[in-house]
């Protein structure tokens, strides 16, 4: 939850309230896991030099899959191994789409896989921009704050022991600078990731900080396939999805306007694929009330995430059933950050259960 205030120099977090001990936390953290190498995005994207600003193409013969066996699933994720088997990803993309069908409407309305070849196909040309240069200074409204985020960074680092060269996912990253969690990461110990920003004005901001990150300007789909929807911007910090009855019908007879309009979405793991990352450090979710329909959109068994923080607090499902979706997707409830801007519950990867299931 993010509201408007002066920025300043970072202090203490004057609250955590952690469930379980930290040093036995920080213990098993530090044990080996299974992590595959940074990837090389090269081999999947190339810059297009003839579209500005710089956008994504793709080879389409290269398309991402998943780096570990497939496992059970049990719930329906709408992914292609679920309609083609487990060997799709063997015959040519074009085999399930013709590039010149390519469209979003045809993704939209098709609601087309989450790792559909057409769906990556269309992130990566449109919808994802690089991350700027080591070498090319930011360009921060409020340089001296050195973390302004509102104690996320802390608890994570502390908990990741001040890792460098990590890899975060932040959606609701706003301008890339106010009340930003990775921001310090980035500058400091030199992490690269992901920020996902559906505000037009305020993803035009982030734009010009020169983040060392991959942005997108779209928002989180809440369904396991793409989808558009009417955007609500008039409160910049509380930005977020419309409902159907609050305000959709007055977009689709008027057409957008500068604070309420259309946004394409996407599932968080189309992103994920686009970008040929699935091991990720730190994933933050603060989206103002869609928190929990996006996380069931993951395919959980396909995609490795250290530490999570997500803001509950205008969540209508609660706390206790976020917790309990990630319990059963073997997080832990590490504990709350209560600041006075922040709402927000941490977890866990559970690092035991593999040794769980090696025991049993």
Same mark, same amino acid.
């Given at each position: 939850m993010?509201?408007?205030?002066?920025?300043?120099l970072? @202090?203490?977090v004057?609250?955590? &309230?952690? %469930?379980?001990? =930290?040093?036995?936390?920080?213990y098993i953290?530090?044990?080996?896991?299974?992590?595959?190498?940074?990837?090389?995005?090269?081999?999947h994207?190339? *810059?297009?030099h003839?579209?500005e600003?710089?956008?994504?193409?793709?080879?389409?013969?290269?398309?991402a899959?998943?780096?570990?066996?497939?496992?059970?699933?049990?719930v /329906?994720?709408?992914?292609?191994?679920?309609?083609y088997?487990?060997?799709?990803?063997?015959? %040519?993309?074009? =085999?399930? +789409?013709?590039?010149?069908?390519c469209?979003?409407?045809?993704?939209?309305?098709?609601?087309l896989?989450?790792?559909?070849?057409? $769906? $990556?196909?269309?992130?990566?040309?449109?919808?994802?921009?690089?991350?700027?240069?080591?070498? &090319?200074q #930011? *360009?921060?409204?409020?340089?001296?704050?050195?973390?302004?985020?509102?104690?996320q960074?802390?608890?994570?680092?502390?908990?990741?022991?001040?890792? @460098?060269?990590?890899?975060?996912?932040?959606?609701?990253?706003?301008?890339?600078?106010?009340l930003?969690?990775?921001?310090?990461?980035?500058r400091?110990l030199?992490?690269?990731?992901l920020?996902?920003e559906?505000d037009?004005?305020?993803?035009?901001?982030l734009?010009? *900080?020169?983040?060392?990150? #991959? @942005?997108?300007?779209v928002?989180?789909?809440?369904?396991? #396939?793409?989808?558009?929807?009417v955007?609500?911007a008039?409160?910049?910090?509380?930005s977020?999805?419309?409902?159907?009855?609050?305000g959709?019908?007055?977009?689709?007879?008027?057409?957008?306007t500068?604070?309420? !309009?259309?946004?394409?979405?996407?599932p968080?793991?189309?992103? =994920?694929v686009?970008?040929d990352?699935?091991?990720?450090? !730190?994933?933050?979710?603060?989206v103002?009330?869609?928190?929990? /329909?996006? +996380? /069931?959109?993951?395919?959980?068994?396909?995609?490795?995430?250290?530490?999570?923080?997500?803001?509950?607090?205008h969540?209508?499902?609660g706390?206790?059933?976020?917790?309990?979706?990630?319990e059963?997707?073997?997080?832990?409830?590490?504990?709350?950050?209560s600041?006075?801007?922040?709402?927000e519950?941490?977890?866990?990867?559970?690092? +035991?259960d593999?040794?769980r299931? #090696?025991?049993?």
């Open positions: 993010r509201f408007a205030r002066e920025f300043r970072p @202090t203490r004057s609250l955590f &309230v952690f %469930p379980i001990g =930290l040093m036995s936390l920080i953290l530090s044990r080996p896991t299974r992590m595959d190498p940074d990837p090389l995005l090269n081999n994207i190339k *810059r297009d003839h579209n600003p710089e956008q994504f193409t793709e080879q389409v013969s290269s398309l899959t998943p780096q570990s066996p497939v496992e059970s699933l049990p /329906k994720f709408n992914l292609m191994e679920e309609t088997g487990n060997n799709w990803a063997e015959a %040519p993309a074009d =085999l399930y +789409l013709p590039p010149n069908e469209t979003i409407e045809y993704a939209n309305a098709n609601k896989q989450q790792d559909h070849p057409c $769906v $990556v196909r269309l992130i990566r040309r449109n919808y994802l921009f690089k991350p700027a240069p080591r070498s &090319v #930011y *360009r921060l409204a409020h340089p001296d704050a050195i973390d302004p985020s509102d104690g960074s802390q608890a994570i680092l502390e908990i990741l022991q001040n890792k @460098t060269n990590g890899f975060f996912i932040e959606v609701g990253g706003y301008d890339g600078e106010f930003s969690n990775t921001l310090f990461m980035e400091y030199q992490w690269s990731g920020l996902i559906a037009k004005t305020a993803f035009n901001q734009r010009t *900080r020169n983040r060392k990150a #991959y @942005t997108s300007p928002c989180l789909s809440t369904k396991p #396939y793409p989808m558009q929807v955007y609500n008039t409160v910049g910090t509380l977020s999805i419309l409902e159907k009855s609050d959709q019908d007055e977009v689709a007879t008027n057409g957008d500068n604070s309420i !309009y259309k946004v394409q979405c996407f968080l793991y189309s992103l =994920l686009a970008i990352r699935t091991n990720i450090d !730190y994933f933050g979710l603060d103002e009330g869609s928190e929990y /329909k996006i +996380l /069931k959109t993951m395919p959980w068994s396909k995609v490795y995430v250290k530490t999570m923080t997500v803001e509950w607090n969540t209508p499902e706390e206790a059933a976020i917790t309990r979706l990630m059963s997707n073997k997080f832990i409830k590490f504990g709350l950050i600041m006075p801007y922040t709402r519950v941490v977890y866990v990867r559970d690092f +035991l593999q040794y299931q #090696y025991k049993n």
